[in-house]
């Protein structure tokens, strides 16, 4: 079985920053994509920031050039920092993690969330 455990988010002034992580633990072999997603109040969740195994990320248009997602792969863990937040990035912050279990099998856990609030 696997664990996820996000920290990091709160309340920030507009402008400010957060940064948020997600620890994976367990009967981890690999660990493939590590995504981070988002759902405010009365929206579907979506998509928010992406990293793979070897590096390579993607955004979504709208948090380019504030958000950066980074991994540690020896910490199992997924960091996403946000700088220049707007009260639009207000949202429960949920991580996503596939990978391959030490049994072989393939496994994709979600976090348990953490909330965001961007308010004066």
């Known amino acids: 079985q696997v664990q996820l455990v996000e920290s990091g988010g709160g309340l920030v002034q507009p402008g400010g920053s957060l940064r948020l992580s997600c620890a994976a633990s367990g009967s981890i072999f690999s660990i493939n994509a590590m995504d981070w997603y988002r759902q405010a109040p009365g929206k579907e969740r979506e998509l928010v920031a992406s990293i793979t195994s070897g590096g390579s990320t993607y955004y979504d248009d709208s948090v380019k050039g504030r958000f950066t997602i980074s991994r540690d792969n020896a910490k199992n863990t997924v960091y996403l920092q946000m700088n220049s937040l707007k009260p639009e990035d207000t949202a429960v912050y949920y991580c996503?993690?596939?990978?391959?279990?030490?049994?072989?099998?393939?496994?994709?856990?979600w976090g348990q969330g953490t909330q965001v609030t961007v308010s004066s």
């Open positions: 996503n993690v596939y990978g391959l279990a030490s049994q072989g099998y393939d496994f994709n856990y």
